[in-house]
C-alpha cells in the first residue's frame, strides 16, 4: 500500500479550496467508473489487475522455461512508449545496480530495450551485442508499423534468421499485437509466432499490467505474481468514491496547486532504482494530461545527486512548481559508516549509523528548505522497492492520472499531438501518400 503525505502542501491551499478541489476530483472519478468521459473506449487498464488469472501468468513462464532450455541469455524487448516504459521501469528498480558486470554469474535471460529511439550508433551496438549472445526477441505493437520499433524488428528479426534458420527462429520471437489486425498480427500467423494479446481497451501508457509489461517482468526473473498481486489490491484499495480514497486526495492537490499558478510537477525520489520509474510517470502524466494547452508540465529529479545541479532552480528559480517525492521507506541492504582514527574527512560523528540514515535525513531537510522556499511538497510513501509495491504504485498512479484528466476536462486516453511530429517525419523521408506534405514542407526549407 502507499502512504500520501500532504502536510507539505498546507501553507499553499487552503483548508476550503482542498475541500473544493476533492469534491472535483470525487466527480471526476465517478466519470472515470461510469465509463461516460471522453475516451471510455480505452478504459480496459482500470479493472485490468483482477482480471488477470494464473493460468495467463502460466503462459509467461512457459516461455521462459522454453527460452531458458534453450540456453537463452539475451532477450531484446522491442517497443516505444507504454510499450517499453513499464517494464523498463520494473526491471531497473529491481535488478541488482551493477547487474551488467555479473552477468556471467547470472541465471537466466539479461533484457535489453530496442525500437524506443532511432539512433544508427544504438542499433549497431545492439547487433554486436546480439553477435556474442544466444538470443530471442520480444517484440510489442499493437499495428507492427510504428516506425522506431518496426524498424528495429527488421534487423533484430533478419539477425536471428540468419543465425538460427527461419523455423528455429519463430520459437524465439514472441509478439504483443493486436488480437486481429495489423501487420505484426499477420506476421506473427504466418511465420508461427507465440503471440499475446493487447486489448483495445488499454492504451500503450495504460499497459503495464498487461502482458506489454509482464512478459518482459517474468522473462527478467522476478515475481510477476506478486507484482499483478499488488496491483489487485491497489484496485480494491481505491475503489471508492469517498474524500479518504488517496487517488482522489492526490488528484484533488494537484489539481488545487495547479488552479493556483503551479504549472510544473516534478516528481522525484532518493532511491536511484526509481529513474525509469520517473521516465514512465513523465510518459503517463504528460501525455494524458497536456491537451487543449492544459495540463501540469511532468520532470523527473533523482536525488540527492540532482540537488547539485537542478536543486538549485527548485530552490530559488520561478516559483511555479512543486514536488511529488517517492519515499522507499525500507532499502534491501545496509552499510554502516565506521569510525576513522584520524577523521580527515570529518564523518566521525555519523560513525555506527546508516547511508541510509543519511539518505532520510538528506531528504527530510530537502523537504523543509523546499517548502521554506515556495515550493509545495507531496510524499507518497511505500514499504519497500519489491513487485507487490511497484504493481500498486502503477496501478495508483494510472488511477491518479484517469482522475486527474477528467477534472482538466480533457480526454486522458489519447494523444493527438503524437501524431504531428509523424506527418512531418513521414513527409520528409518520403513514405507514400503524404507527397503533399513533402511538397510544402520543402517550401518551408527554401
Known amino acids: 500500500m502507499i502512504e500520501l503525505n500532504l502536510e507539505g502542501c498546507s501553507q499553499f491551499v487552503t483548508?476550503?479550496?482542498?475541500?473544493?478541489?476533492?469534491?472535483?476530483?470525487?466527480?471526476?472519478?465517478?466519470?472515470?467508473?461510469?465509463g461516460t468521459g471522453a475516451g471510455s473506449e480505452f478504459l480496459?487498464?482500470?479493472?485490468?489487475?483482477?482480471s488477470i488469472d494464473s493460468e495467463q501468468l502460466s503462459a509467461y513462464l512457459e516461455i521462459v522455461d522454453d527460452w531458458i532450455g534453450k540456453s537463452v541469455d539475451l532477450v531484446v524487448v522491442i517497443g516505444i512508449g507504454g510499450s517499453y516504459l513499464g517494464a523498463k521501469a520494473t526491471?531497473?528498480?529491481l535488478s541488482h545496480t551493477f547487474t551488467d558486470y555479473f552477468q556471467?554469474?547470472?541465471s537466466g535471460p539479461r533484457v535489453v530495450f530496442a525500437g524506443h529511439n532511432l539512433s544508427e550508433d544504438y542499433l549497431a551496438e545492439l547487433m554486436d551485442l546480439m553477435s556474442c549472445r544466444n538470443v530471442a526477441c520480444v517484440v510489442i505493437s499493437k499495428s507492427g508499423t510504428t516506425t522506431e520499433p518496426a524498424i528495429a524488428f527488421r534487423f533484430v528479426k533478419a539477425a536471428i534468421e540468419a543465425r538460427y534458420g527461419r523455423q528455429e527462429a519463430a520459437s524465439r520471437i514472441v509478439a504483443v499485437t493486436d488480437r486481429s489486425r495489423g501487420a505484426l498480427r499477420i506476421l506473427s500467423e504466418s511465420e508461427g509466432y507465440r503471440s499475446f494479446v493487447i486489448d483495445d481497451s488499454v492504451g500503450?501508457?495504460?499497459s503495464v499490467l498487461s502482458p506489454v509489461g509482464l512478459l518482459p517482468v517474468s522473462v527478467s526473473g522476478f515475481d510477476v505474481e506478486a507484482m499483478v498481486r499488488g496491483a489487485k489490491d491497489a484496485q480494491a484499495a481505491l475503489?471508492?468514491?469517498?474524500?479518504?480514497?488517496?487517488?482522489v486526495r492526490y488528484?484533488?492537490?494537484r489539481n488545487a496547486l495547479y488552479d493556483s499558478g503551479k504549472k510544473i510537477e516534478i516528481f522525484g525520489s532518493f532511491n536511484p532504482k526509481l529513474q525509469y520509474f520517473g521516465e514512465w510517470l513523465k510518459q503517463l502524466f504528460g501525455e494524458s494530461e497536456g491537451k487543449g494547452h492544459k495540463g501540469l508540465f511532468p520532470a523527473y529529479v533523482t536525488c540527492t545527486t540532482d540537488l547539485h545541479s537542478i536543486g538549485q532552480y527548485i530552490q530559488d528559480g520561478e516559483r511555479n512548481l512543486f514536488e511529488t517525492?517517492?519515499?522507499v521507506k525500507n532499502t534491501r541492504r545496509y552499510a554502516i559508516i565506521e569510525e576513522t582514527s584520524d577523521n580527515l574527512d570529518g564523518l566521525n560523528y555519523l560513525s555506527g549509523k546508516s547511508v541510509g540514515h543519511c539518505n532520510r535525513m538528506a531528504q527530510t531537510g530537502t523537504r523543509l528548505a523546499h517548502i521554506d522556499g515556495g515550493v509545495p511538497n507531496i510524499e507518497i510513501a511505500v514499504e519497500s522497492l519489491d513487485e507487490y509495491n511497484l504493481g500498486y504504485m502503477f496501478y495508483f498512479f494510472e488511477k491518479v492520472c484517469g482522475i486527474s484528466g477528467y477534472m482538466l476536462g480533457i480526454n486522458p486516453f489519447d494523444q493527438p499531438g503524437v501524431e504531428a511530429y509523424k506527418k512531418n517525419m513521414f513527409a520528409l523521408l518520403g513514405k507514400p501518400g503524404y507527397e503533399k506534405e513533402t511538397e510544402q514542407i520543402r517550401k518551408r526549407m527554401e
Open 44 to 50: 480496459g487498464w482500470n479493472n485490468l489487475p483482477s
Open 251 to 253: 488528484a484533488a492537490m
Open 15 to 34: 483548508k476550503e479550496k482542498f475541500a473544493e478541489f476533492t469534491e472535483k476530483a470525487v466527480a471526476a472519478k465517478k466519470i472515470l467508473e461510469s
Open 204 to 206: 500503450g501508457r495504460y
Open 325 to 327: 517525492m517517492i519515499t
Open 91 to 93: 526491471v531497473e528498480a
Open 104 to 106: 556471467d554469474t547470472c
Open 239 to 247: 475503489s471508492g468514491d469517498d474524500v479518504s480514497n488517496p487517488a
